[in-house]
């Protein structure tokens, strides 16, 4: 039911990552939407919540994964991890929609992830899809380091709980 939610907001395109519509980041990669509940009584407890049982630490988390062919044809995998309210939060009506809020940005941060993975799956077709990639992948991990850097983990695109 949460991922059913969750797919929903995708599928209405309500945000836009820069150069790539939603649904055509969805068309690039393979995307797998997993989620984590998160309760508490209000916003601070929620977000204390997810800081600490969120995965690896964070409130979410982007992997992904590219792989070619001989002929070249790369594709990209990716699994995103979100936070979710549990059922038995206890939040009022401004809060569960500052928590929605939060949740599309932190999704569309995520995305930017996934992009990232897109990019470095051309960089190897424009590359001839060698055997060694390393370089390539090293360069497109601190493209992906430097990403969180400079959005401060999604803090300035949105990705934080205000009290309303």
């Known amino acids: 039911m949460a991922m059913q939610r969750s797919l929903q907001i ?29 309760s508490g009584a209000d916003l601070d407890a929620v977000s204390a919540d997810m800081q600490q049982n969120g ?6 988390y982007t ?7 001989p002929e070249c044809e790369t594709s990209v995998t990716a699994d995103i991890t979100m936070p979710v309210l549990a059922d038995d939060a206890d939040l ?6 500052e928590f929605e809020r939060m ?6 941060h995520e995305l930017g992830h996934v992009q990232v993975g897109l ?5 190897v077709a424009a590359a001839g899809c060698p055997a060694d990639v390393s370089d390539l992948h090293e360069y497109w991990l601190q ?9 401060e983990h999604g803090g300035n695109e949105g990705v934080y709980l205000d009290s309303p």
């Open 119 to 123: 990019d470095f799956a051309q960089d």
């Open 92 to 97: 009022d009506d401004d809060e569960v929609a």
């Open 10 to 38: 995708i599928a209405l395109g309500l945000a836009c990552f820069p150069g790539l519509a939603l649904a055509d980041i969805f068309d690039e990669a393979d995307i797998t939407i997993m989620e984590y509940e998160v």
């Open 63 to 69: 992997t992904w994964n590219v792989t070619w062919t």
């Open 103 to 108: 949740a599309d940005a932190l999704l569309d």
């Open 55 to 60: 995965p690896q630490g964070y409130w979410a």
């Open 143 to 151: 493209v992906e380091r430097d990403y969180d850097a400079e959005t």
